[in-house]
């Protein structure tokens, strides 16, 4: 081996060494505040198979509602570039806006409680992001190829969704249709 080729390996041994104590620490810092909520609900009260079977969901949902955000996301850059500040009023459904706003409207209403946030789509559901796409097909066209397989994406996420939302559980299947069609979003607008 070269002095060179000895040196590299060294220092990717280094790299790959750094790397995987910063994950490390990472992953720390993530559980230490999970449990840290925890300490704050009453599981030890909770009959064991149930609280586990829900932390399985949990695992979904959080994938889930990271998938509507990066969603929203996308929907708000690429309005924004395409039409401009007012892409809300010009790109969003009269029926969709008034919706959003009587949601955040409502929340406002309660002082005491934490908001959704700050923008009005963020007030939206999956359904409302779906005739987003269907009303502004020309914008988004050039990098989805078909509205219809947007609408396949979000009902199946959309469906999966309402079962965790209602406190039911998804059966592994169903946990691998998601997964997929969540990759394939994903792929296909290059996230």
């Known amino acids: 081996m070269k002095d060179?080729?000895?040196?590299?390996?060294?220092?990717?041994?280094?790299?790959?060494?750094?790397?995987?104590?910063?994950?490390?620490?990472?992953?720390k810092s993530e559980a230490d505040s999970i449990g840290a909520v925890a300490t704050r609900l009453p599981f030890d009260l909770?009959?064991?198979?149930?609280?586990?079977?829900?932390?399985?969901?949990?695992?979904?949902?959080?994938?889930?509602?990271?998938?509507?955000?990066s969603v929203r996301a996308f929907v708000e850059k690429r309005l924004l570039e395409e039409i401009g500040d007012?892409?809300?009023?010009?790109?969003?459904?009269?029926?969709?806006?008034q919706k959003a706003e009587s949601r955040r409207d409502e929340e406002n209403k309660i002082r005491w409680h934490a908001k959704r946030g700050s923008s009005l789509l963020e007030y939206t559901d999956i359904e409302d992001l779906s005739a987003i796409f269907t009303t502004n097909q020309d914008v988004f066209l050039p990098i989805v190829q078909s509205i219809d397989w947007v609408k396949n994406i979000f009902k199946t996420v959309e469906?999966?969704?309402?079962?965790i939302m209602h406190s039911g559980y998804l059966e592994a299947e169903d946990v691998e249709r998601l997964g997929m069609s969540m990759r394939d979003w994903l792929a296909q607008i290059g996230a």
């Open 159 to 163: 469906l999966s969704r309402n079962i």
């Open 86 to 97: 007012d892409w809300w009023t010009k790109c969003v459904p009269e029926k969709r806006r």
């Open 46 to 69: 909770l009959e064991e198979q149930i609280v586990q079977r829900a932390k399985e969901m949990a695992v979904v949902f959080s994938a889930i509602t990271a998938f509507e955000n």
């Open 4 to 27: 060179d080729s000895l040196y590299a390996f060294m220092y990717r041994g280094m790299l790959t060494k750094t790397a995987v104590r910063l994950a490390s620490r990472q992953m």
